[in-house]
């Protein structure tokens, strides 16, 4: 009956929309009119077809019934630690992700009455040690255990080396080998003001030069290689969504050129650059859409930032509300029931391809001008990121690009001085460093700065 009935409307093409919707304009340019820019230099357009495709759509791996909701521990006192742990595993949380500050941890304490069967646990070391990781996997011998160690990202954050590039690169050959995993924190590029495009190629040129050290170690042991891409999302929705789904789809690329088996995990995490200090609540829609583009992306772990994470220290309240906005997109919104829910929709495989594009055009670039750690050493990364981010703070500072409740319909009764736990800003601590780090800054820290010397 529903075929016979489609069958009485003829197709339209996208030509004759835009006729249409020509005509309709009554004069007014449709370009000027209905076609944005955005930042990554695509048009976007007020409507998508099927015919301007050529071929099917890409079919992506990832699978949204699987995303696990993380939740973070950093560890201070091991035993506080494990008995949190304990308690967020019984209050819906699926996976854990340890900050380990020092090798005076003990992964025996940390993880006593912990199920390593059923529950996916990620290990962030803030220092590089081969001997910690072999103690870590042999007092937990699962597949479930996942080693995040990027000695690049450190570089890039910090300006440094744990100690060198030879003793860094030689005691990564010695974890990969250990744990066959790779990890690569994509998030600073994010956080620091990076177009899409500029963070798809910059974590692509990261992972490449893992990969150009670490390829003759792979194809000797022909283990499964798995590369943990630790991502941050920002509000603009369909965007992130495609962001995720083009990531896939360069390292699926990139993979095949070295034909050694791999596993692409993506964790997720709202970025922090458009959270706010005042009128905080909007921190909690600006999460909520940042992990549903997570989910729907393919992201296999989702981790939320607390709506009060940037002023606050951690606390229980903020904890539960953060878990509870995943566990009501789980359990109660339905979003993991449907298997790659943003296939075929013409709007984001347009933006997928298009992203994909023109990172891969970013990356190739990089890799004709000597590679990643080559420019990072130069500056010419640091650079990119900074125009970048100067470009969306000023749209930022114009009113183009808006943050609810502080460049647009502020609260003036709002203050917030004796609420600040942490310093919501970047900290200025002059070092010497080998190089110049990216540095993480919210779009509202002036603005914000200048608010609480008036309070």
């Known amino acids: ?6 069958e009485e409307f003829s197709d339209v093409s996208s030509k004759e929309w835009k006729q249409k919707i020509q005509a309709d304009l009554k004069g007014a340019d449709y370009n000027d009119t209905l076609i944005w820019k955005s930042n990554e230099g695509i048009d976007v357009k007020p409507f998508y077809h099927a015919d301007e495709f050529s071929s099917l759509p890409y079919v992506s791996s990832s699978k949204a019934t699987q995303w696990n909701i993380c939740e973070t521990i950093f560890v201070a006192d091991v035993e506080k630690s494990n008995a949190k742990a304990q308690e967020l595993l019984n209050k819906g949380t699926e996976s854990l992700k340890f900050i380990i500050p020092s090798e005076d941890i003990s992964i025996e304490t940390l993880l006593k009455n ?15 040690s081969a001997s910690y990781v072999q103690i870590l996997t042999e007092k937990t011998s699962t597949k479930n255990i996942f ?12 300006g440094n080396w744990y100690a060198n590039l030879q003793e860094d690169q030689k005691l990564l050959d010695t974890i990969v080998n250990t744990t066959a995993t790779l990890s690569v924190d994509a998030s600073l590029y994010q956080n620091a003001g990076a177009t899409m495009v500029q963070q798809l190629a910059y974590a692509m040129a990261h992972v490449n030069e893992y990969l150009n050290h670490l390829d003759v170690v792979a194809k000797e042991t022909r283990q499964t290689l798995q590369v943990i891409f630790n991502v941050s999302l920002g509000t603009n929705y369909f965007f992130e969504i495609a962001k995720l789904r083009a990531l896939r789809i360069l390292w699926e690329t990139l993979a095949l050129e070295y034909n050694i088996p791999t596993e692409c995990l993506i964790f997720s995490t709202p970025t922090k650059r458009n959270k706010t200090l005042y009128d905080y609540n909007t921190n909690l829609l600006r999460t909520t859409t940042e992990c549903m583009s997570a989910i729907l992306g393919g992201s296999n772990f989702i981790n939320n930032l607390a709506y009060d994470a940037i002023y606050h220290k951690d606390n229980e309240f903020g904890s539960r509300i953060s878990r509870n906005q995943l566990l009501v997109l789980k359990h109660e919104s339905y979003f993991d029931k449907v298997n790659n829910p943003a296939d075929g929709v013409y709007y984001i495989e347009s933006l997928t391809q298009q992203l994909a594009e023109k990172a891969l055009e970013l990356f190739k670039d990089i890799e004709a001008n000597g590679g990643f750690l080559k420019q990072l050493k130069e500056g010419i990364i640091q650079r990119k990121i900074k125009e970048s981010a100067e470009r969306e703070q000023n749209q930022f500072n ?7 409740g502080t460049n647009k319909h502020p609260n003036p009764n709002d203050k917030m001085k004796h609420e600040l736990e942490l310093y ?8 010497k460093t080998l190089l110049e ?9 002036n603005l914000e700065q200048n608010r609480l010397k008036t309070e």
């Open 114 to 128: 912990i199920d390593l069967n059923n529950t996916k646990l990620f290990f962030e070391l803030q220092f590089l």
């Open 424 to 431: 919501p800003f970047v900290k200025t601590k002059p070092r």
């Open 437 to 445: 780090p990216i540095i993480e800054k919210r779009l509202a820290e």
């Open 147 to 158: 080693i995040l160690i990027d000695i690049i990202g450190n570089l890039a954050k910090t």
């Open 398 to 404: 114009n009113g183009e690009e808006i943050l609810l």
């Open 1 to 6: 009956m529903s075929k016979k009935l489609f």
